[in-house]
């Protein structure tokens, strides 16, 4: 799939990203129309290509080397393989950086400086450079040499705390959110500094360190903390501050049921011959429900149990009270309206000889700028040769030498 370049056209992003949180910066960055360059080891290359199974397969079923982890964050990017730990490759990697708008990298504190490769080393030749590091715990602070995983962050950074039953214990989410939000705020310093710069002129640099975007979107259950001054409970699938707003048991599954504010618990109430629950004191405010769930959910649970979930959600969605199915993955890319936004696609990939490969879709929408779908995940240095001769003018018998040298 093609379409035009994005808002982000004619951008240079160095990547020196690997595993999830700044691939997938770079990754969104990348489906804006940045021109995105991974450098990878060469041999080796990002770690989540060996993150599997799954792999992709071929046309005939059998695995290829190229895994869905790495696949999932790592689409409109070219691949480069360069030794940084070389002093001919660190050379390399510094001249792209002089051509570059942005430079994303999570590299262990202080690693990069080594191969003088930080930010106040490629400033000196760049001073518009947007240089972006992505750590466990930021820059500063005791844990700052700490490394920094996603189920760590998840663990120490709260969302474990307030996630699972009751009487069961902390659960992280199931996909590595921690990651996730942590190149979502990436990308977003990321497009304000570049807004910056053409104000004023100036690169800068930015620190996102996972467990503080960990905390900042605690969000809801942190200022449930801050201002009430109780730690926040695990409820299962209730919400802190609406009820009922939690998964049902139906006769034949189970539902989503979202009822947001009073009238809708009213008409809830109305529809199953039981008006005399929104009326009752308890029951009859959001506030009040909050206070009193644990003597409101068992009195709904049986109301529930008396119908199948296709029945419940037809009959809540003609009165307009909030519920939904609770998909599994093979039903969300079944469902209507996912496939309606266009949320899966296919791009044809190079290991499985220029036939499709499916992929998860940006959500971002633009009238005028449309996200686009250039490159698909890279094979491990596919794009070494191309990228040194387009971006620095290295010829073919330069490049063998480097390459015969292992730099690249």
Known sequence: MTGKNG????????????????PFCTQILGDLGAEIIKIERPG????????????????????????????????NKRSVAIDISKIEGQRLVREIAEKADVLVENFKLGNLERYGLGYQDLRKTNA???????TGFGQTGPYAQRPGYDPLIQAMGGIMSVTG????????????????????????????????????????????????????????????????GENPARLGNGHPNIVPYQVFKTADGHIMVTIGNDSQFQRFCEFV?????????????????VKNRDELIPILEPIFLSKGSTEWLQELEERSIGCGPINNVNEIFEDPQVLDRGMKIEMPHPAVGGASAPMVASPLRFSETPVSYRHAPPMLGADTEAVLNEVLGIDAVHFRELSNRGVV
């Open 7 to 22: 808002p982000l056209s004619g951008l240079i992003v160095l990547d020196l990203t690997r595993i999830l949180a700044g």
């Open 44 to 75: 080796t290359g990002d770690d989540t290509r060996r993150f599997a199974p799954p792999f992709l397969k071929d046309q005939e079923g059998k695995d290829t080397s190229e895994s869905a982890y790495f696949m999932g964050a790592n689409r």
């Open 128 to 134: 518009g450079l947007v240089y972006c590091s992505i």
């Open 165 to 228: 039953t009751p009487e069961g214990e902390p659960m992280k989410a199931g996909v590595p959110i921690a990651d996730i939000m942590a190149g979502m705020y990436a990308s977003v310093a990321i497009n304000a500094a570049l807004r910056s710069r053409e104000v004023d002129g100036k690169g800068q640099y930015i620190d996102i360190g996972m467990l503080d975007t960990q905390v900042a979107w605690l969000s809801i259950q942190a200022m449930n903390f801050l201002i009430g």
């Open 273 to 289: 011959g039981h008006s005399e629950i929104s009326r009752d004191e308890k029951f009859s405010s959001n506030s009040a429900r």
